[in-house]
């Protein structure tokens, strides 16, 4: 039987969260009777924990989207404001996963709003996985996603996440276990083996392969990958860092 009713994952944005989530759920953790799905992979991301995650931000901080700089005092004011809210909704999820035995949660929102769910959830029963994964791999990937940022932004974003999500999680969670993606891709039978023996799951190669479209013994991105971010990032050099976002919504105004 395995040691937890659940486990929480917290993450920032291109950590590999989906990858992780779906060996959660190989392993018979619940993640949603719908979840969301990408053009090119699954997330194992429950949508009604999506929605309600949104729900959260759009009521008490309606400014966050994926590029606003992290702040753990924000974070922090959004667990005590929460209790302004009607919780109806969000107990009545926790209440539907905790029918289910066994669940599991991935939603990079979580970074904002866990502390919120402290009130409906009983976090004592369960374990936390937190992810990050290399500053630089991590600009890469936002810049060939178009997603440009300058490589000190992303540092700072990435940092303060971390910091937060795993300072919560050794402070609430019944155990915690922290991982990159670089781990997972370099050293897979290593990672596996540090997963199964902090989450009770009995994970082999053969999930890592129905769950990881990835090569595996080499990170993620190499040189060439690292080339093309700078030509994305310096062809939209003035729209980095969230300034892209920011004068299209005072176009729009």
Not at 67 to 80: N, Q, Y
Not at 109 to 134: E, I
Not at 175 to 183: P, S
Request: aromatic share 12%; net charge positive; with cysteine.
């Amino acid at each position: 039987m395995k040691p937890f009713n659940s486990v929480v994952i917290l993450s920032h944005t291109w950590t590999g969260s989906s990858i992780f989530a779906g060996l959660l759920h190989r392993s018979g953790y619940w993640v949603g009777t719908e979840t969301l799905r990408k053009p090119d992979f699954e997330t194992y991301e429950n949508a009604r924990l999506v929605e309600l995650n949104s729900k959260l931000l759009q009521a008490l901080r309606p400014g966050v989207h994926a590029e606003t700089p992290f702040c753990a005092a924000d974070a922090e004011k959004i667990g005590l404001d929460a209790g302004k809210l009607d919780l109806g909704p969000f107990r009545s999820f926790v209440e539907e996963c905790e029918r289910e035995k066994f669940w599991a949660w991935k939603d990079p929102q979580l970074a904002w709003t866990v502390r919120a769910w402290s009130g409906v959830v009983d976090f004592g029963r369960t374990a936390f996985l937190t992810l990050s994964r290399s500053e630089l791999q991590s600009w890469i990937t936002l810049n060939k996603r178009k997603q440009v940022q300058s490589f000190g932004y992303t540092r700072k974003h990435h940092q303060s996440i971390n910091t937060s999500n795993q300072a919560f999680a050794q402070e609430h969670g019944a155990r915690h276990l922290h991982l990159t993606l670089e781990d997972l891709l370099v050293q897979p039978e290593t990672t596996l083996n540090r997963m199964n023996e902090t989450f009770g799951t009995f994970l082999g190669m053969d999930d890592l392969h129905a769950v990881c479209r990835l090569p595996l013994y080499r990170k993620r991105r190499d040189w060439r990958d690292f080339a093309d971010a700078l030509k994305t990032y310096l062809k939209n050099y003035h729209a980095r860092d969230g300034r892209g976002l920011a004068a299209a919504r005072s176009a729009a105004a």
